[in-house]
């Protein structure tokens, strides 16, 4: 398999939350510095208005939170298989489709990696999630097309998928000893993705690897519904989520759910949205919260305020409590955060994994005694509580932890020098 050269291909993780690209070279790490000397590349982009362009990755970040006037586009990846991909997008003035907007971030990676490489890449091997939408083999398929699509139109001439926690599991492969039958837990900022796979030294080498996945699977649940969650729970309360009318009935929810999510914050900014949430306020009884969620809309916080539950509920992987300053929005005003609130906002999200990961033994046919190894990806993995109900269903298997946000770049580099030589 022309071992001695590098390989022809690329393989490309577009994640929902971070982007890896992975090219096998022998004897080097796969892994190609996509910005300032680091892996990954935040899937963010961000339409600068003064400049008239878009800047991607920690720069994106950077230049919305430096108060540059613009937009921030994130979670790209969950508009795959979602109904919003069919619609546009007004960006710096003027409309665009969805699918132009993820073919933008990925040509991105590709030139990156081109440039660091030093040469064009013809194929790609995509990581997908094992499902892109729940419970719609059509949508699905949609999602995966479209994705296809994109990957065509920035210029690759063939184009294939692996799974991602199959991706991740080559890359486990590569360091152990023996023979081991391993569960790929991956969970990221969009999706929960599991494999079970038999791995072994010799296996490595095969070229069809079919008899030994056992099962895949996975739920579309990561970490962007975590922050949803925590930002319901522990925030949205200050702003008014809960707050009783005077006929006793709670107000409208739908205002705070849309706050809470990354792409719907801007529906709160709409002249309407504030109209109708104007005349509401004087049938609300305590109009303390409603009234800090004007101050935010008018500050146009919205993302702000998801970025800091986001940190928020990363601190909480170390920390049992903390406090979030929400003085730009109030001066003096912040909000206790605590481990356990967050695990009771999650709880039922929790449930959902824990029921997916039973269904995958069961699809292969095995006991949790069974498993060697439990194999942990993807940033949300360092959520405790996720590790204890993992723990709980497979207490005898050894648990360990991969590259956090590598493994399945890395696994997509030995599939592409595999598929393409
Ligand atoms: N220490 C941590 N504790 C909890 N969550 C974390 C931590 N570090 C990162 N995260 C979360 O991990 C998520 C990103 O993980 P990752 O980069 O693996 O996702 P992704 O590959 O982009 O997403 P996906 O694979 O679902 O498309 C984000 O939701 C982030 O908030
Ligand atoms: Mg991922």
């Excluded at 990156?112 to 030093?118: D, I, K, L, S, Y």
Aim: negative net charge; aromatic residues 8%; proline residues 3%.
């Amino acid at each position: 398999m022309y071992k001695d050269q590098p390989a022809r291909a690329c393989g490309i993780d577009f994640g929902t939350s971070n982007s890896t690209v992975g090219w096998w070279r022998p004897g080097e790490d796969s892994l190609i510095a996509l910005e300032d000397g680091k892996i990954t590349l935040p899937s963010v982009v961000f339409f600068n208005l003064e400049e008239r362009r878009p800047v991607y990755g920690r720069r994106a970040l950077e230049e919305y939170l430096e108060g540059y006037e613009g937009r921030l586009m994130r979670s790209l990846k969950s508009l795959l298989g979602s109904k919003l991909l069919k619609s546009e997008t007004t960006v710096l003035g003027s409309a665009m489709p969805f699918k132009q907007l993820l073919g933008l971030f990925i040509g991105e990676l590709k030139q990156r990696a081109e440039a660091v490489a030093g040469r064009a890449f013809e194929q790609v091997v995509l990581g997908r999630p094992v499902f892109f939408v729940d419970d719609d083999p059509e949508a699905d398929r949609e999602a995966a097309d479209t994705l296809v699509a994109v990957a065509k139109a920035i210029g690759f001439d063939e184009v294939s998928f692996q799974y991602e926690p199959i991706a991740a599991a080559f890359d486990y492969e590569r360091g152990i000893d023996r023979e081991e039958l391993v569960l790929i837990v991956d969970i990221g900022g969009g999706t929960s993705d599991f494999s079970l796979i038999r791995l072994s030294p010799e296996r490595r080498d095969h070229a069809e690897r079919q008899d030994d996945i056992l099962a895949t699977g996975g739920v579309h649940i990561g970490g962007t519904d975590f922050d949803k969650q925590l930002s319901l729970r522990g925030v949205m309360p200050l702003f008014g989520y809960g707050s009783r009318m005077k006929s006793d009935a709670f107000m409208p929810t739908h205002y705070h759910l849309n706050l809470a999510t990354w792409h719907t914050i801007n529906t709160l900014y709409a002249q309407k949205t504030q109209l109708a949430l104007k005349s509401m306020r004087y049938d609300i009884v305590d109009a303390s919260g409603i009234d800090r969620l004007f101050r935010l809309i008018e500050q146009r916080a919205g993302h702000w305020l998801a970025m800091q539950v986001e940190q928020s509920k990363i601190d909480l992987t170390e920390a049992d409590r903390l406090n979030l300053s929400l003085a730009r929005i109030e001066e003096g005003l912040e909000v206790e955060l605590t481990r356990d609130l967050f695990e009771a906002a999650i709880e039922s999200l929790l449930g959902r994994v824990r029921d997916s990961v039973g269904d995958l033994l069961n699809k292969a046919g095995l006991t949790a005694a069974q498993v060697d190894t439990v194999f942990f990806t993807g940033g949300s993995s360092g959520v405790p509580a996720l590790r204890r109900i993992i723990a709980e269903l497979l207490p005898n298997a050894r648990h360990l932890e991969g590259n956090t946000f590598g493994s399945i770049g890395s696994g997509l580099a030995i599939e592409a020098k595999k598929r393409y030589g």
